[in-house]
């Protein structure tokens, strides 16, 4: 019963403050008022301050964890309901996903390995940008830590959703499918739920950036690896 009540006071108060947190950014919407941020951020203090672990909270986090699957495979909606327009524009979305991927991957290990990080922290770094079980099991089979590539994924997937539309914004980047492609293929599902909220053709492409983009970092991983370490 102590768990019970535990589990539904997490519940409540995490939809209490995403509530608290979308009413905020309406009225004044900027990057570090996004609800995502800032029920996060808003979580993290309360739960710092009170003393509360992690894994009290996750009794009644978990609850919520179970319905990230399915609103993945919701994305499945807006991607078919647009899939005229990918047909369309194949060729530039394989190419845009391909290219995305590869940066990601380049610049997370290129990074890595300037700043003299150890060859564990350079396998961890390496799958940052794609949805986080994907990111854990390429983790585990190129020998980073698992535990610490849920930290990189959400941070990737945060800031992506934070400040892409912006810096999109800066370059004057203004087609839907540029803008998905970028934002899924760079922060997953944050984005993509982001993207989503604007545009569902937006929305779309970035969904299906997120899915491609996980297939092709999975070989890119390895071959990066190979020539990042060794060398």
């Known amino acids: 019963m102590t768990n019970f009540f535990?589990?539904?006071?997490?519940?409540?108060?995490?939809?209490?403050?995403?509530?608290?947190?979308?009413?905020i950014y309406r009225r004044k919407p900027s990057p570090f008022t996004m609800?995502?941020?800032?029920?996060?951020a808003s979580m993290v203090i309360f739960l710092s301050l009170t003393g509360i672990s992690y894994e009290t909270y996750m009794i009644g986090g978990q609850w919520i964890d179970l319905f990230l699957g399915p609103i993945v495979v919701s994305l499945a909606v807006p991607l078919y309901r647009e899939i005229h327009l990918i047909k369309?524009?194949?060729?530039?979305?394989?190419?845009?996903?391909f290219a995305g991927s590869l940066t990601g991957v380049f610049t997370?290990?290129?990074?890595?390995?300037?700043?003299?990080?150890?060859?564990?922290?350079?396998?961890?770094?390496?799958?940052?940008?794609v949805t986080a079980p994907i990111a854990i099991s390429i983790t585990d089979t190129a020998g980073g830590n698992i535990s610490l590539i849920a930290v990189f994924v959400?941070?990737?997937?945060?800031?992506?959703?934070?400040?892409?539309?912006?810096?999109?914004?800066?370059?004057?980047?203004?087609?839907?499918?540029?803008?998905?492609?970028?934002?899924?293929?760079?922060?997953?599902?944050?984005?993509?739920a982001k993207v989503l909220e604007?545009?569902?053709?937006?929305?779309?492409?970035?969904?299906?950036?997120?899915?491609?983009?996980?297939?092709?970092?999975?070989f890119l991983v390895p071959i990066f690896l190979l020539l990042f370490i060794t060398s």
């Open 35 to 40: 609800p995502i941020f800032l029920c996060t």
């Open 88 to 97: 369309k524009y194949a060729g530039a979305i394989g190419i845009g996903i």
């Open 154 to 192: 959400m941070l990737a997937g945060v800031s992506g959703a934070m400040f892409g539309p912006v810096i999109l914004k800066i370059c004057r980047i203004e087609h839907p499918i540029a803008k998905g492609l970028s934002i899924g293929t760079a922060s997953h599902a944050i984005g993509t």
């Open 198 to 218: 604007d545009s569902e053709m937006e929305g779309a492409i970035s969904a299906l950036s997120m899915t491609l983009s996980a297939v092709v970092v999975s």
């Open 108 to 129: 997370g290990i290129a990074g890595a390995k300037l700043l003299g990080f150890d060859d564990w922290l350079i396998q961890t770094v390496a799958a940052k940008s």
């Open 6 to 23: 535990i589990g539904i006071t997490a519940i409540a108060g995490t939809f209490i403050l995403y509530r608290l947190s979308k009413r």
